[in-house]
């Protein structure tokens, strides 16, 4: 949508009813649920030259968030605008300067004052990728790809949105056979099938599994849970028989906005893993991270 009529249509809202204003976006919710939670992570983004890059800034400051941002300043930082009937969200959105996000940047910021963000790779680390990121930045995605992920370093992937698989199949493939972690939700894998020729989900999974990097995919399926389809043995072994296992969701007595639950659902995995939990923990903190973020306004988990 354009910048002005997105604009327009939130001074609209605030007029007629309740507005918030949070920080957003599928991988920073990620990130700030993951601070929350207690990983450190870093965050990689674009921005423009406005007040509202300000108050980005001012909000990582404050939360004790790392970003690494690239300042574009012929555009704006983007903007979307939410708007809730009972429990049914509508998104309008203007993704701004973070269209523009590039490979040059990520590769500089790659050294921050002397210091890479990269761990030695003998030790665990995860870069995460959702899936908004890939219509406009597939050359940053094969950069991390080719000259990134290897060894400990493993690529986790979210596919997002199944018009973001429908549109941009071949990159979304691509990613996926490298990602040792796949997250998405049954209309996302079902796209994700038919786009790679698979007959079923359980085929896609399969090969995923037995040609690619693949380890783990979570496929959420909201209210009935998740299942899990993994080869996954231990970290450092090779991939052992494929197994599908499913996990109940935990009651939510009163939902109260659903925007942002698979990137809560993300953080808590990703959490629990880096803690070197177990598969089954790390999926039963992850549905009970998503199950407390659906009760609250926005992707946050509720104040302790």
Known sequence: MELE????????????SQCLTKPGGSALNTARIL???GTDPTFFGAVGADKHAEELRLIFRERGIEARLQTIESTHTGQCVCLMYEDN????????????????ALSQAAI????????PLERKQILYV??????QCADVCDYIVENLVRNRRRLALNLSAPYIVRGHAQTILKLARHAFFLFGNGQEFEELAAASGSPSVDQLAEQLLREGQTRVICITKGSAGVQVITNYVDELGPPGPISVEDYRAPRVEELVDATGAGDAFVAGFLHAWLEK???????????DVAAKVVTQVGCNLPSP
């Open 130 to 135: 959702e899936g908004f990121f890939v219509p």
């Open 89 to 104: 969200p509508t998104l309008y959105a203007n993704i701004g300067a973070s269209a523009q996000f590039s490979v040059q």
């Open 35 to 37: 601070k929350q939670l």
């Open 112 to 119: 921050h004052e002397g210091q890479s963000f990269l761990r």
């Open 277 to 287: 939990r177990s598969l089954g923990e790390s999926i039963r903190m992850a549905t």
């Open 5 to 16: 009529k997105l604009n327009k249509l939130a001074l609209e809202a605030a007029e007629s």
